[in-house]
């Protein structure tokens, strides 16, 4: 069953903005995809490289992201201030976060597990 939502995210908008936006930008994982579908304005998604340097995405409306359960993230708003976005589950919905470090969390071994099958070698991967 899918399950979605809107969050629209604006200062003024949303009760304890600055600090879901702490919350949001302070590095952690999930034990679900997360799936996002921009409808306004634009933000920033960063992840890790193989090396660990982030590597920052800029979504804006129109733009679909799905982050792999496991996967080190974190979130933050670009000048715009403002998006809106669809968030989509796979079943009952679930954002609980954990912040780094995580290294024994199933969902981060899974994620570390499918990463190596994918490259074909042992990664230290982020
Ligand atoms: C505003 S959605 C993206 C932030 C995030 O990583 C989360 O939902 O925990």
Request: net charge negative; glycine share 6%; proline share 5%.
């Amino acid at each position: 069953m899918a399950i979605e939502d809107m969050l629209d995210l604006c200062p003024g908008n949303i009760t304890n903005f600055e600090e879901k936006l702490r919350n949001f930008y302070t590095e952690h994982i999930h034990a679900d995809e997360e799936i996002r579908y921009c409808l306004e304005g634009s933000a920033y998604f960063d992840v890790r490289d193989k090396d660990d340097r982030w590597i920052r995405i800029w979504i804006k409306a129109g733009d679909l992201i799905i982050l792999p359960a496991g996967i080190y993230h974190r979130f933050t708003l670009d000048t715009g201030n403002h998006i809106k976005l669809m968030r989509l589950f796979v079943g009952e919905p679930v954002w609980t976060a954990y912040n780094r470090p995580q290294e024994d969390h199933p969902a981060r071994k899974g994620y570390i597990k499918s990463v190596t099958e994918k490259v074909g070698v042992p990664l230290a991967a982020h």
